[in-house]
Structure formats: C-alpha cells, structure tokens
C-alpha cells in the first residue's frame, strides 16, 4: 500500500504509533512518517497542530519511562540496553561525555544524534538530574526533532510526492537496496563487535589473576577507561590505576613502557571499552595487554 495512503487513513494515530516505539528503542523509523504526516498537512488532509501534538506527546510518553526507569534502577539500566547495542563500546561512554559536558541542555539535541537518544534520559536521571529540567528540555528537544521534520515535510512536500512516485516505478528493487545496505551497516558493525569480544577472550584476566599480578609486578599499570561520569558515579580506585580520557595514549602511558605489563578495565558492558583501548594500545606497541573482566564485582574486590 502507498505509505501517503496508509498515513491519510490513519493520521495522527499512525503518527503517534510510529514515535513512541521509536522513542522506546524499537527500530521504527518515525523520521519518514513525520516527513509525509507534514507533506500531507501542507495539502489540508491533516491539520500540522494536530501531527505536532501527537509527535510530541508520544515523545514524552516515552522518556518518561525512561527518566523514571532510569532514576530507578541507575547505571545498571544503561548497562542493559547498552548489552544490546551493536555499538557498546560508545554507547554509554559517549552519552556520559555529552552529558558531562553540556549537562541536561544535551537533551534538546539528544534526539538527533545517533546513540545518544536512546540513552541520554536514562543517564540523565541515573546522575540526578531534577525532574523539572528534565521536563524542560525534554519538551523543547521533543518539539526541535518533531518540528524539524514536519516543516521538512511541509516545505519539501512536492519533492516527497515525487521520491514516492520514483520508488513506486522501481518497485520492489528500491526496497532490495534499501535493505541491502542496512543489511551491510549490520554486518559491519556486528563483524566489528565480534572482534573486540575475540581479543577480549584471548585478553582477559579475573579478578584473581590481578590481585596476583599486583603483587608480582609492582609496576604494573592499571588504565581506567571508565568515563568521568562513572568515576565520579563511584570514585572506588584501582591500584596503580591512570585515568584515561580519549586523546594520545602517550599523555596517559609513558613511552618507556612498552615492556610493562598493560591492564585496561571499564565498567561498561562486556568490557567493551577497556577491549576497544586494549587494541589500540597493541597497535601502539604495548605487548603486555590485558583487559580485567568483572566490572563492578572487580572493582569491588580489588578497590582501595
């Protein structure tokens, strides 16, 4: 059925649908629905205030579920959808910068940015940020992303008959290739996550292994890849441990220890930051890698 069709028939409440599984981590794109929900708004058939209002109030429907889930359960909650992300060695590490950075105020332009929206409440509420600013800039955000798309639609409507007209005449090849690609993003990404579990299998130690290892090689350096978000979440240290921030792992390793042995730890899920550092120091030359598995029971065991 003509996508045009089917948004006429259903209106706001196809509007309404499409954002608030979006906005609840399904992969549904509400993007284009926004898009043709505009186009059709500037030719009367719906009413722009009323594709606004639903795209908005789906919107916050959704992220406060997520504020309150996020206020409840903490970092452990971001720790779970990030298990799930096909990205998880920025997943979390990237919203805690953003966040550390420009605090709440990330919220008007989270939606925006591709892997941060789905955790930027969550990290938000789990930092303690008040209910009142989360629902200030929520709104704003929420009426930024849903604005932006329907006035695209409004203004380019011509432009969005036409693309659909274009696809209609190539058939089902334009979905062939639509899907070829997305299946190609995945497979990389996913290739890419399978590589880092590789080398954090041949990498790894325990948490028993460590504290041997402390009292073995009292030179040992321990590289803490938690963002400063965790840290300051939980300022627990590690013995012999260096901060790391992104940037020239020469400003966090001295160049003379190539020799030495090189344990990374992360808190994040399945230790992917502390495999993602891990490679970058071997192609650095470090040969005495090891990533530290156990997160949070590790740092409980082995903290000062």
Not at 68 to 94: E, N, Q, W, Y
């Given at each position: 059925?003509?996508?045009?069709?089917?948004?006429?028939?259903?209106?706001?409440?196809?509007?309404?649908?499409?954002?608030?599984?979006?906005?609840?981590?399904?992969?549904?794109?509400a993007?284009?629905?926004?898009?043709?929900?505009?186009?059709?708004?500037?030719?009367?058939?719906?009413?722009?205030?009323?594709?606004?209002?639903?795209?908005?109030?789906?919107?916050?429907?959704?992220?406060?579920?997520?504020?309150?889930?996020?206020?409840?359960?903490?970092?452990?909650?971001?720790?779970?959808?990030?298990?799930?992300?096909?990205?998880?060695?920025?997943?979390?590490?990237?919203?805690?910068?953003?966040?550390?950075?420009?605090?709440?105020?990330?919220?008007?332009?989270?939606?925006?940015?591709?892997?941060?929206?789905?955790?930027?409440?969550?990290?938000?509420?789990?930092?303690g940020?008040?209910?009142?600013?989360?629902?200030?800039?929520?709104?704003?955000?929420?009426?930024?992303?849903?604005?932006?798309?329907?006035?695209?639609?409004?203004?380019?409507?011509?432009?969005?008959?036409q693309?659909?007209?274009?696809?209609?005449?190539?058939?089902?090849?334009?979905?062939?290739?639509?899907?070829?690609?997305f299946?190609?993003?995945?497979?990389?990404?996913?290739?890419?996550?399978?590589?880092?579990?590789?080398?954090?299998?041949v990498?790894?130690?325990?948490?028993?292994?460590?504290?041997?290892?402390?009292?073995?090689?009292?030179?040992?350096?321990?590289?803490?890849?938690?963002?400063?978000?965790?840290?300051?979440?939980?300022?627990?240290?590690?013995?012999?441990?260096?901060?790391?921030?992104?940037?020239?792992?020469?400003?966090?390793?001295?160049?003379e220890?190539?020799?030495?042995?090189?344990?990374?730890?992360?808190?994040?899920?399945?230790?992917?930051?502390?495999?993602?550092?891990?490679?970058?120091?071997?192609?650095?030359?470090?040969?005495?890698?090891?990533?530290?598995?156990?997160?949070?029971?590790?740092?409980?065991?082995?903290?000062?």
């Amino acid at each position: 059925m003509d996508p045009m069709v089917l948004l006429a028939q259903w209106g706001v409440l196809l509007v309404f649908a499409s954002v608030l599984l979006e906005q609840a981590g399904l992969p549904i794109p509400a993007p284009p629905i926004l898009i043709g929900a505009g186009a059709l708004a500037i030719e009367g058939t719906m009413h722009p205030a009323a594709v606004v209002a639903a795209g908005i109030g789906a919107c916050l429907a959704a992220d406060h579920a997520w504020f309150f889930a996020g206020r409840r359960h903490g970092r452990r909650l971001l720790a779970g959808i990030c298990r799930l992300s096909i990205s998880p060695d920025t997943c979390v590490r990237k919203t805690d910068e953003l966040i550390a950075r420009h605090g709440p105020a990330l919220l008007l332009v989270a939606k925006f940015v591709p892997g941060v929206s789905a955790v930027s409440i969550p990290t938000a509420a789990a930092m303690g940020v008040a209910y009142r600013r989360f629902l200030f800039y929520d709104t704003i955000g929420s009426l930024a992303w849903v604005g932006t798309y329907v006035a695209a639609g409004m203004i380019f409507h011509r432009e969005v008959h036409q693309l659909l007209e274009w696809l209609g005449r190539i058939g089902g090849g334009s979905l062939a290739v639509l899907a070829a690609l997305f299946g190609l993003y995945l497979a990389v990404k996913l290739a890419r996550r399978q590589q880092l579990r590789r080398l954090f299998k041949v990498r790894r130690i325990d948490p028993e292994e460590m504290a041997t290892l402390l009292a073995t090689e009292p030179d040992l350096i321990l590289v803490d890849a938690r963002s400063q978000v965790a840290r300051d979440a939980d300022p627990r240290r590690l013995p012999n441990a260096v901060d790391y921030r992104d940037g020239d792992l020469a400003g966090y390793i001295p160049a003379e220890s190539h020799g030495r042995t090189i344990v990374t730890f992360c808190t994040c899920p399945n230790e992917a930051s502390a495999a993602l550092l891990a490679e970058r120091l071997i192609k650095a030359g470090y040969a005495r890698v090891r990533v530290l598995a156990g997160g949070e029971d590790a740092l409980a065991r082995l903290a000062h």
